[in-house]
């Protein structure tokens, strides 16, 4: 199907809208050109000021598509996310675009500030061929400069971080769009379910569509135009590199506890810590030899978790302070930056910090990546859909006690012992972002001209 099918069904879609939203759609086109560009980089910074991790003040004209780098020659790949979650997916594929095609630049773009990290490792590996900037505010003048500066050849949308003047420069200019990790009952169903006709017609600018839920391919077909492909792989973050392991402190360790059981709590907060020593307790009448590592989500943390501790009267190694535990040892405050990768691999199990008593969550998808079962005291407010999505997939339980935390601890010892694997699965699918890739990469062939 062409790009003048995609525009007759474009038009249909406008005309399906109820009146009010298509008055809606019309006041804010007129709303964007109005809000003066001076006042919005000023307002970026005032918000920079309180809340840094959002907006970046020196940046700030970036947002109205200023002060950009020189566009590349050869083809560029434009991929866009909202935050540090969603970017891990988009850093995945963008891994892998580049890695299929050699000749191609991808310019990532985010719409918070701190999520430009997620990509800081690869933009340095990669020549110049991953360039990270703000995303542009959706103004009319700032877009058409966006998307005239970069002349895109392939825009991909995470998640579904979609905005009206953006979508209809890129059909203007013939270029592809794409929509990955799609999940309609998630963010994506959420943002086309408040207004279904406009939701229909943000989708109808889409040739393809990424979704991880088996379900989600039937219920695309009620919000798609026809000749959009939809696709189905696991969720992008599947398919993340695993954090590194130090094999030199591994085999210390190792060296140390020899084959005795070891489970892991990630990112913890302070307040997690009587929960996580009680459910241990618990866990080790079954279990015998249990050892327990905390790995604090900051490092500073460590003093205040170690009182907590031994006011338990634990005996309690840091590894900021005596280096390693001894044999004898049975918990360990792993109080260190970069070695993450390395306790996840000497656990059978991670409990996932900051999921207690309303905590906002942390990435489970580094235990996923060194196929580890991971525990979640919750289905966070940071990251739902992605742990709604391991539980479903069996490879996260939520855990909200000590009762249950201690549950977990034993069966999935049991498991290990029964030799269950529960990650034949993940592996059998990984590299899957390369087959995606190459999908996207063929509609950049397909495109007029």
């Given amino acids: 199907m062409g790009e003048t099918d995609k525009r007759d069904n474009l038009s249909r ?11 809606m759609l019309r006041a804010y086109f007129g709303l964007m050109r109005a809000i003066p560009e001076a006042l919005a980089v000023a307002l970026v910074r005032r918000r920079a000021r309180a809340r840094p991790g959002e907006e970046n003040a020196e940046r700030a004209p970036e947002r109205v598509a200023r002060g950009m780098a020189a566009r590349p020659e050869g083809r560029v790949v434009w991929l866009h996310s909202i935050g540090p979650g969603d970017s891990t ?7 892998a675009l580049l890695a299929e095609d050699a000749s191609l630049t991808c310019l990532v773009t985010t719409r918070v500030a701190a999520a430009q990290k997620t990509f800081a490792k690869l933009a340095e590996e990669s020549d110049g061929r991953l ?18 500066h970069w002349r895109f050849d392939l825009a ?66 009620r919000w798609i135009r ?13 398919d993340a590199p695993a954090p590194g392991v130090d094999e030199t402190l591994l085999g210390e360790m190792r060296a140390r506890w020899g084959d005795a059981p070891v489970f892991a709590c990630g990112s913890v907060a302070d307040n997690e810590i009587e929960t996580l020593i009680d459910a241990w ?81 942390h990435n489970p998808y580094e235990a996923i990546a060194r196929q580890r079962p991971i525990l979640s005291g919750s289905i966070t407010p940071l990251l739902p859909a992605d742990y709604t999505y391991l539980t479903d997939i069996g490879l996260c339980r939520i855990t909200p006690d000590a009762e249950s935390i ?26 899957f972002s390369h087959d995606l890739a190459r999908r996207l990469l063929v509609l950049m062939e397909d495109r007029p001209g």
């Fill in 281 to 361: 307790g618990r866990a080790r009448r079954e279990v015998p030899g249990l050892k327990l590592i905390l790995v604090p989500r900051w490092k500073e943390q460590g003093e205040e978790i170690a009182a907590i501790a031994r006011a338990r009267d634990l005996t309690v190694p840091r590894r900021s302070v005596q280096g390693l535990p001894g044999a004898q040892d049975e918990f360990f405050l792993a109080d260190s930056y970069g070695e993450m990768g390395t306790w996840f691999e000497l656990g059978y199990g991670v409990f996932m910090g900051h999921t207690l008593f309303g905590g906002i969550g």
């Fill in 226 to 238: 026809p000749g959009c492909e939809v696709v189905h792989h696991p969720n992008l973050k599947m």
């Fill in 13 to 23: 879609a406008w005309a399906a809208m109820r009146a009010t939203e298509r008055w």
């Fill in 406 to 431: 201690a549950q977990g601890m034993i069966d999935y010892h049991q498991a290990m012992r029964d030799g269950e694997d529960r990650f034949a699965p993940f592996r059998a699918a990984q590299g």
């Fill in 89 to 95: 997916a988009n850093l995945t594929l963008a891994r």
């Fill in 156 to 221: 991909i949308y995470g998640e579904g971080d979609m905005w009206p003047n953006a979508l209809c420069g890129l059909v203007e200019a013939d270029v592809p769009i794409a929509l990955v990790n799609g999940q309609f009952n998630g963010r994506l169903g959420r943002l086309v379910g408040r207004r279904p006709g406009l939701g229909r017609w943000a989708m109808a600018h889409f040739d393809l569509l990424h979704v991880f839920r088996r379900e989600c391919v039937e219920e695309a077909e």
């Fill in 131 to 148: 360039i990270v900037m703000l995303a542009p505010l959706d103004f009319h003048r700032a877009t058409r400069r966006f998307l005239d």
